[in-house]
């Protein structure tokens, strides 16, 4: 998490208390939507669907839509992943060949969902608007997300006021802050997972390298994504570090590789970084002592890719009720609220127990 503005305590907030505490909407280019359906071109294509999900995961999603039409959950289409306990309005798609009706079918079914009892209590799915697109919807693309979200006082510290984190991000909001990966990417034990399968296929890798043995096609399909997913957002994380902490921006070095004006860090893979000069020092500092993961990503996962270091929040916006404050906000694709939030507040989750009495 990013270190504290300014030297002002961070004040204690309760986030995601109820999944409505946290909002985001899903902002993509459906420029080349069509309404309706796909006429003369039945069969084809993809219908675009507008989902709002609570209390439901990204993954669970595409499974119902994949039972539902009847299809590998591998074809139905998403732009990105979003938060499990959250009120969350996000696209899909699915082919138009196998739900040739997907609006009135799926409407049904998922009437048909909460009554028979696959969705829980406190899981809703309901449908918003829906379209018609050529393409399958593809991870990354997306415009961007607008997050609202309600911050409380902790239940023994109704006193205290979150003013202070709310100034504080004001402050963020012009200046911006690092683009640090949230915890939500690497789960309770998704870091310790994830380096102890990279270890395990380093050494596998070395027996055989040792043994004159062929080396093995390594094929995405047939590795862990989340693990490589993890270890991505692991290494990136400590170039942020290297780079950003202490810093009130991020500033330009030699060699950078910018998106959008904004110096990136590497999401680690097969090929070089484009890195050269300053830059490409520190990032090899930032590094130093994870080549057996570098290695591993480079063999076993996708391309390199590249990510802003610094994000910067966009229409910032107050509300009060009464102790609790309300924040709403933009923010670019991939970037994550708790990121944000956590840089203002010491955020405390609600333990299941409570949250199971708050849904």
Known sequence: MPKPVGATPRPAALFKHRPEDFCVIEQIDNATASAGAPGDAAGTGQWLLRLRKRNLDTRRVCTLLARWAGIPQVEVGYAGRKDR???AEQWFTVPAAAATRAPLELAAQLAQWRADGTLQPD????LLEQHWRQRKLKIGELLGNRFVVRLRPLPDAAAQ???PGIAALATLAR???PNLFGPQRFGRSGLRDALDWAAQRATAAAQQDAGGQRRARRKRRNADRWHLSVLRAHLFNQVVRQRCDGHRDCPRLDGDVLLDGVP???LWGRGRSATTGLA?????QALAGWEDVRQVLEHAG???????LWMYPRDLTLHRCRENRVLSFRLPPGAYASTLLAACFELHEAPSTERAVAA
């Open 85 to 87: 306990r959250a009120m």
């Open 123 to 126: 899981q809703t799915l309901a």
């Open 161 to 163: 006021t979150l003013d």
């Open 175 to 177: 200046r911006g802050c």
């Open 264 to 266: 990136t860090g590497p």
């Open 280 to 284: 490409s020092v520190q990032e090899t």
């Open 302 to 308: 996708p391309r390199q890719d590249r990510r802003a």
